[in-house]
């Protein structure tokens, strides 16, 4: 059986780490694996960590590019590897431009689809955008649904999918960070090495989302840094995004903080370590709401709405939106009330047990005869 794996973005890369891993235990599988590159810098240091090695590598990073222009492409150059390799499945993990390009590529030369991650639907075309609706494109040409948990099921089989073709798997991203997360970890990076963990609380602040730059992410921004300046024992760490956007409104509110920490994006291993030493999380990426519960911290999601309705659930995230004031008040709460806080912080696995790579690989192992 040949297995032809593609992505593009530094969460994509992640969350296929493990199934790529699986795949390579299995002598019965020949693995095609092949990058778009829309993230360059951010894509390679996942590749690093988990000595990946792409055989085709469409490098179609530009800065600053287009929606229209990442989807064509990424369709282009798909289309010729597919061609070329004729895989018995094409395997797409998430939302991204790349994902819903892969899917389009491959359904154009009639090659079976594999979603990892289907089913997640926030009810918004337009948040998160674009990613929303291209989960919903990809799921329409897929033809087997890998959904991390019961509710992404139940939104398919809404959708009118059958279920013979939705498999529950968990999120392949408790796999990962199994791999990464260690006792006693040591940073590489001084300003990390530096900081008191003990008697200091420390804040990780992430975000990239399309909707939220502008007032949104000034909002977040200027919120934290007022949190700040009202919290002698706080201090901020924001690994920032690559994105040039996200990075000129960081530096504006938040830059002469000297207890906002504006570093540069973090490799896997360190940031999830990071995650694991720090007070709370703050954000409006979808992969950290997933890894923040399994990681026992209370996670703000800065969005109006969330496609992972499991951890607000269980009460280890809370959606806070994007206002000053929410932001604001919800951040002193976590920081003023104990209650609030434990209440929070207790780590919950709504999202898997870290063996969905495992199970993915056996089902498609199953499912295809060859
Ligand atoms: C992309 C995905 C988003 C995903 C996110 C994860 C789309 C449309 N968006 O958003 O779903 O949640 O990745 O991080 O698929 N840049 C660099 N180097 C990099 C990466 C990005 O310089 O390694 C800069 C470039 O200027 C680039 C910009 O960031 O133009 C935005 O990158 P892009 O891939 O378009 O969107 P993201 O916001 O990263
Ligand atoms: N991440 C990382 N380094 C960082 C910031 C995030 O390795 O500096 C990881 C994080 O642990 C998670 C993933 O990147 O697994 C999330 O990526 P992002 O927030 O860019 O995308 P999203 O999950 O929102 O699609």
Known sequence: ??????????????????????????PE??????????????LDQVLKLFEIQPDYDLNIFKPG???TEITTRAIKGLEEVIIKERPDVLLVQGDTTTVFAGALAAFYQKVKIGHVEAGLRSG??????????????????TNYHFAPTDINRQNLLREGYPDENIFITGNTVIDALKYTV???????????????????????????????????????????????ECHEDVEV????????????????FMGPNSRIHLIEPLEYEPF?????????????????????PTLGKPVLVVREETERPEGVESGTAKLIGTTFEGVYNNMELLLKDKDEYNRMAKAVNPY???????????????????
């Open 1 to 26: 059986m040949k297995i032809m794996t593609v992505f593009g973005t530094r969460p994509e890369g992640i969350k296929m780490a493990p199934i790529i891993k699986e795949i390579e235990k299995r």
């Open 29 to 42: 599988i020949e693995s095609v694996i092949c990058i778009t590159a829309q993230h360059r810098h951010m």
């Open 65 to 67: 590019q287009s929606l």
């Open 124 to 141: 918004n075309l337009y948040s998160p955008y674009p990613e929303e609706a291209n989960r919903k494109l990809t799921g329409v040409l």
């Open 182 to 228: 260690k006792e006693g970890y040591l940073f590489d990076n001084q300003i990390l090495n530096d900081l008191d963990y003990i008697n200091k609380r420390i804040i990780l602040l992430t975000s990239h989302r399309r909707e939220n730059i502008g007032k949104p992410m000034e909002n977040i921004f200027k919120a934290v840094n007022d949190i700040v």
């Open 237 to 252: 760490v924001f690994p920032m995004h690559l994105n040039p956007k996200v990075r000129d409104i960081a530096k504006e």
């Open 272 to 292: 999830t370590n990071l995650m694991a030493k720090c007070h709370f999380v703050i954000t409006d990426s979808g992969g950290l709401q997933e890894e923040a």
């Open 352 to 370: 898997g047990d870290g063996r969905a790579g495992e199970r993915i690989v056996e089902i498609l192992l199953k499912q295809i005869k060859f």
